[in-house]
């Protein structure tokens, strides 16, 4: 079945650098756009970066620009993200997403992988 | 960036309906997508492209789209909708938004 596996979340110190990983399986990986979409304990949605489907297209909120970076391997059917420099502002729980166009909605979503910053 | 206003709370009787709204800059001129997320679990979409409905989600979910405000209605709601809602917005130079979400209790 179509599913979106996160992983790489877990606790660090910052000011730190962590990747974040979601593995891909039932579609076909390499013609969809992906989102990394994130959500802090308590709080709502905040869309944090997309890639097209052919890996040359990329955008990132300006929240993270500069500190993230989105990439995909679609040889190994992933998403990455990586995260450098992170602050305690980027405790949350990272979801990735896929979207069959830049106007449509984002259909299938991984469980989430936790990332918490603190010293 | 882009900013999309929801209230943070809607409540409803079972069996009435629930109008949830979205209010952004010339929102009309771009697409609106909503989702629905459940305590402890992923989102899941609900309405696309202002009005299109992904296979599997019930007719009871409509969206709308005009001016400043996108609106999803929920027809005959239900326990089991209760829930927090989150319209997003995209267009080329908006790149992706989410409001801040609204959580409907249905009373």
Known sequence: ?119 | SYELTQPPSVSVSPGQTASITCSGDDLGGKFASWYQQKAGQSPVLLIYKDVKRPSGIPERFSGSNSGNTATLTISGTQAMDEADYYCQAWDSSTVWAFGGGTKLTVL
């Not at chain 1, 079945?1 to 076909?28: D, H, I, K, T, Y």
């Not at chain 1, 909120?61 to 602050?87: E, H, I, M, P, W």
């Not at chain 1, 259909?107 to 910053?117: E, R, Y």
């Open chain 1, 1 to 119: 079945q179509v599913q979106l596996v996160e992983s790489g979340g877990g606790v660090v110190q910052p000011g730190r650098s962590l990747r974040l990983s979601c593995a891909a399986s039932g579609f076909s990986f390499s013609t969809y756009g992906m989102h990394w979409v994130r959500q802090a304990p308590g709080k709502g949605l905040e869309w944090v970066a997309f890639i097209w489907y052919d890996g040359i297209n990329k955008y990132h909120a300006d929240s993270v620009k500069g500190r993230f970076t989105v990439s995909r391997d679609n040889s190994k059917n992933t998403l990455y993200l990586q995260l450098n420099s992170l602050g305690v502002e980027d405790t949350a729980v990272y979801y990735c997403a896929r979207v069959s166009e830049f106007a449509a909605g984002m259909d299938v979503w991984g469980q989430g992988t936790t990332v918490s910053v603190s010293s």
